[in-house]
T-cell receptor, first 112, second 116 residues
Framework: AQSVAQPEDQVNVAEGNPLTVKCTYS??????LFWYVQYPNRGLQFLLK??????LVKGSYGFEAEFNKSQTSFHLKKPSALVSDSALYFC??????????FGKGNQVVVIP | EPEVTQTPSHQVTQMGQEVILRCVPI?????FYWYRQILGQKVEFLVS????????KSEIFDDQFSVERPDGSNFTLKIRSTKLEDSAMYFC??????????????FGDGTRLSIL
């Protein structure tokens, strides 16, 4: 069964500093991994995905994620955080043909 | 950019009543989903729908739940007899058929369902 873990509850980072949001996965077969962001009172917004190919995946708003098979990780990164990046971030893995299995989410707080 | 739209944004219902949550997926999308997020908990999969039938459902999606695509644009989730524990944010999502099963799901802003 596929599952996703986001070990931290909240990530605090100063504006301009690098941002990392951690995710580890447990999937059978080839992992299909996704990151979504949720702003207050809004739905989940797709950021990026890993299906196959390059381990470094680039997505929206300057975010990227690194797939590491040996560590079963898919950490989300941004070189220089903005205050507007403050939001809830969800890592997800595709299960079966359709469903997404989500991690519990990480609140990111970017401090001006 | 096309969006998934959900109505209403907030629904308050008495326990035991029926509720219908409505969604308009992105127009050229073929796969449709419902998820829910109980306050402070994970986003949980409920059901997926393709070609006018349920393709997958979770253990949460019991006989009290049903989905329907009554016309070419709407996708609805019905809860027949609501319980207090049905209080949650319900998200609709859709995706196209591009690149097999690998296209991302696009989510609406959700309906907050409050059962009294």
């Amino acid at each position: 069964a596929q599952s996703v873990a986001q070990p931290e509850d909240q990530v605090n980072v100063a504006e301009g500093n690098p941002l990392t949001v951690k995710c580890t996965y447990s999937v059978s077969g080839n992992p299909y991994l996704f990151w979504y962001v949720q702003y207050p009172n809004r739905g989940l917004q797709f950021l990026l995905k890993y299906i196959t190919g390059d381990n470094l995946v680039k997505g929206s708003y300057g975010f990227e994620a690194e797939f590491n098979k040996s560590q079963t990780s898919f950490h989300l990164k941004k070189p220089s955080a903005l205050v507007s990046d403050s939001a809830l971030y969800f890592c997800a893995a595709r299960r079966g043909n359709n469903r997404l299995a989500f991690g519990k989410g990480n609140q990111v707080v970017v401090i001006p | 950019e096309p969006e998934v739209t959900q109505t209403p944004s907030h629904q308050v219902t008495q326990m035991g009543q029926e509720v219908i949550l409505r969604c308009v997926p992105i127009s050229n999308h073929l796969y449709f989903y419902w998820y829910r997020q109980i306050l402070g908990q994970k986003v949980e999969f409920l059901v997926s729908f393709y070609n006018n039938e349920i393709s997958e459902k979770s253990e949460i999606f019991d006989d009290q739940f049903s989905v329907e695509r009554p016309d070419g644009s709407n996708f609805t989730l019905k809860i027949r007899s609501t319980k207090l524990e049905d209080s949650a944010m319900y998200f609709c999502a859709s995706r196209d058929s591009g690149t097999g099963n690998l296209s991302p799901q696009h989510f609406g802003d959700g309906t907050r369902l409050s059962i009294l």
